[in-house]
């Protein structure tokens, strides 16, 4: 319902159509009991081609209407499901540090929970448009025709939504109960995949089963609670919905019996009262359809508005996944002084994860002068991959603030990025080969740049023409950081970047090509802020900073 255009226009067509609907019910009825009071009256068949025409008539128009329902509903469901997959891939590219979601976690929501959302919007919302629209057509016909009948349906109705609500309380907490369940099977099972390789070197992979058994269990018994809630619901609706067509028809009975009422009346109204509870009825069968979806689309809702409120967020799709925040344009020269070298102050940064009972960033200050290289050093889950990601905003603090030659860098995230050159511990790599994996520092380098930058980082060794697979394969761990290191040195040297920020870039080198980062880092000119335990590197810079220790 939060999705803009398309959901308002569905729901529009959806009352019209409703309406048109709710009008040949009412046609439906009256003809039948035109027709059938008509034969009982006479005793004669002929004369029915009108009627019979006029029915024909009817049951291709509501024919004709449920098509014309379900195409909408097919239009509409695509359209909205389009645009909150676009709108997570770029939530996520907005925080691509954001360790609240897994990436299993979001594949799962992206594909399975998002297509649940067809529920939802081929059955259960136009259901509900007709269940508002058709009984109010049709007790307005029940008036005009028997006020009993009218107030017995005015008095039961209501009953049905009041049963839903409760039903649907119980189904939404257990809906989300196995909305989790599927989520930490996801979850299991790409990490099994991920790290099926270890597993069966160390003799292990076959000892996970039962654990994916457990989790597939739950899994199991979980859907399977839900689906008897769905039908003891089903049940308890069907059951008070047939009760109160029993009250009407037993009412219509007797007057008709005791002559009170006459038969057309009578079939009119016994006709039309089924139809008032139908839509009602089939908006609680349907609204277990449409459960899984509307949890996924909270879900994925929920971390679209996330990304939307963080103020660092705002710099839409940056390729943190590959090391690049943001390119310059093809063909710019290299410049001689860097851009908009200024300091850069963290003041105060705290930042608690949620249920955390400490900080793991606590009123953190940190200074880097323009061209200075600090490096970061302290304890694992210290904190020092956290203050890298607030520094180049992808993650908001909860107080403090990143400034950059005395401007506030969450005033404009977007323009902060375009000046970092990033080297994250897992370095991205698309499939393509070692130059156009480089090339993504700086579009349009030429290669004798590409070559300069590799030899710079220490992969004299490596020809740019190699083919790198998906994910970095066909590269040792070694290997990945010299290109990676590479990319990001093109960006400084030729990109317009002006701060270096690295996590763990030596982890995997040799001494030599250890020494051969430090010196290409400290020649850039540029500032760098390093994360590292090596001794080299710390070493090799101006100052170092210990994180999650004394400060």
């Known amino acids: 319902m939060r999705r803009g255009r398309a959901t308002r226009f569905f729901l529009v067509a959806l009352a019209v159509v409703g309406a048109v609907q709710a009008g040949a019910i009412v046609a439906q009825a009256q003809l039948l009991a035109d027709a059938i009071s008509h034969v009982f009256a006479t005793h004669d068949l002929n004369g029915m081609r009108g009627w019979t025409l006029g029915l024909a008539g009817v049951f291709l128009l509501r024919a004709a209407l449920g098509w014309l329902h379900q195409t909408l509903a097919h239009h509409a469901s695509a359209a909205v499901k389009a645009g909150l997959r676009r709108d997570l891939a770029a939530a996520r590219l907005s925080r691509p540090l954001d360790a609240s979601v897994s990436s299993s976690t ?49 008095v039961t109705l209501p009953l049905i939504p009041v049963f839903m609500a409760l039903i649907g309380w119980t189904t939404e907490q257990q809906v989300e109960r196995r909305w ?19 597993l069966q070197v160390f003799g292990r992979a076959r000892g996970q089963l039962e654990g994916l058994r457990i989790t597939e269990g739950r899994n199991r018994d979980e859907t399977m609670r839900t689906l008897r809630i769905s039908f003891l619901s089903s ?11 029993a009250l009407v028809a037993v009412t219509v009975g007797f007057r008709v019996v005791f002559a009170q009422m006459d038969l057309r009346t009578a079939l009119f109204v016994l006709i039309l009262a089924p139809e008032a509870y139908l839509p009602v009825r089939q908006v609680g069968t349907h609204y277990h359809d449409a459960a899984d979806g509307m949890a996924a689309a909270d879900q994925a809702l929920g971390i679209i508005e996330a990304s939307r409120m963080d103020s660092a967020g705002r710099s839409g799709a940056d390729d943190q996944g590959s090391g690049v925040p943001e390119t310059a344009p093809p063909g710019r020269a290299s410049r001689s002084v860097l851009p908009c070298p200024g300091q850069v102050t963290l003041e105060g940064i705290r930042l608690r994860w949620p249920g955390a009972p400490a900080p793991v960033l606590d009123d953190v200050d940190l200074t880097i002068a323009p061209g200075e290289v600090v490096a970061l050093q302290g304890p694992s889950g210290g904190g020092k991959s956290t203050l890298l990601a607030v520094l180049m905003g992808f993650l908001a603090p909860d107080s403090g603030r990143v400034l950059h030659a005395g401007a506030d860098t969450a005033e404009d995230p977007e323009a902060w990025r375009a000046g970092l050159a990033w080297v994250g511990q897992q370095p991205g790599m698309p499939e393509a080969t070692i130059a156009a994996n480089i090339e993504m520092g700086c579009p349009g380098a030429s290669r004798e740049r590409l070559r300069e930058v590799l030899d710079l980082a220490g992969g004299a060794e490596l020809d740019l023409d190699r083919p790198v697979g998906d994910e970095a394969e066909g590269l040792s761990a070694g290997e990945l950081r010299r290109v990676a290191t590479a990319r990001a040195l093109l960006r400084i040297r030729h990109g317009g970047a002006h701060l270096l920020v690295m996590d763990e870039p030596t982890a995997g080198l040799d001494a030599a090509a250890e020494a051969a980062v430090i010196d290409a880092v400290r020649a850039s000119g540029a500032g760098a802020v390093i994360v590292s335990h090596r001794p080299a590197v710390l070493a090799g810079a101006d100052r170092v900073v210990t994180i999650g220790g004394v400060r």
């Open 235 to 245: 049940f308890a609706l069907e059951l008070l919905a047939t009760l109160s067509v």
């Open 180 to 198: 989790k369940v599927q989520t930490r099977l996801a979850n299991h099972f790409a990490d099994l995949v991920a790290g099926l390789a270890t």
């Open 106 to 154: 979001l594949v799962t929501l992206a594909t399975q929970g998002l297509d649940a959302l067809d529920g939802y919007y081929s059955k259960y919302l136009p259901q509900l448009v007709l269940a508002v629209v058709v009984p109010l057509v049709v007790g307005v016909m029940v008036l005009r025709q028997d006020t009993a009948s009218a107030v017995i349906i005015a």
